[in-house]
């Protein structure tokens, strides 16, 4: 996965009133985080941000960290992401310093492939999982998991056990749960049958 990097400002105040100045300026308040460090308090760039996490990685790309004094050069992946829930625009960022050697465990999205053989029947594909948590070195995190439905046809499953994983890569999530079905157009009738008040 290609890395990025991302400028950031270490800041002394913190709080709510400090951050909503930043915010007013034009500026994202964020904290970066990890294993033996004390958080540390950081600015960046809107516009840095989302060059930093565009591309098909998102949250997941490896982010090396420019300025910032003891900061500089280390490797981040971006751990929250804090929006306006009206405007949607980015109002705090958690920032976790990793090492290139430790595993991390991620979310990773999953793609489908394909026209299910139960959709092209008259089937309706129902998918219950768009996302994975998986567990693996940094260097190894996959931009998104590739899933078959080409074979799938109506009444059958895909589990998260039939995943398809590259090297290295552990999924947590139960194998026993599913990702994507295929379901049948009478148990659809049926449903709505269901649904209709006596």
Do not use: W
Not at 88 to 96: A, E, K, Q, T
Not at 143 to 163: M, N, P, Q, R
Request: charged share 25%; hydrophobic share 40%.
């Amino acid at each position: 996965m290609e890395q990025k990097v991302l400028s950031v400002e270490t800041r002394d105040k913190t709080g709510k009133g400090i951050c909503r100045q930043l915010r007013r300026d034009g500026f994202i308040p964020a904290v970066v985080y990890g294993k033996g460090m004390d958080p540390v308090p950081v600015t960046i760039k809107p516009k840095e941000l989302a060059a930093a996490i565009a591309g098909e990685g998102g949250q997941n790309n490896l982010i090396t960290l420019k300025g910032g004094g003891a900061l500089d050069g280390n490797t981040v992946i971006v751990a929250d992401v804090n929006r306006d829930p009206l405007k949607g625009s980015l109002r705090h960022v958690d920032l976790h310093k990793i090492s290139l050697t430790d595993k991390v465990r991620v979310d990773v999205s999953l793609n489908l492939v394909g026209i299910a053989a139960g959709v092209k029947e008259g089937g309706l594909l129902d998918v219950a999982m768009h996302t994975v948590e998986v567990e693996c070195l940094p260097t190894q995190i996959p931009e998104h998991i590739d899933v078959d439905i080409a074979g799938l046809t109506i009444g059958h499953s895909i589990h998260v056990g039939d995943l398809q994983l590259p090297a290295g890569i552990k999924v947590l999530d139960d194998p026993r749960a599913s990702v994507v079905s295929v379901l049948g157009k009478a148990r659809e009738e049926e449903a709505s049958a269901a649904a209709q008040p006596a």
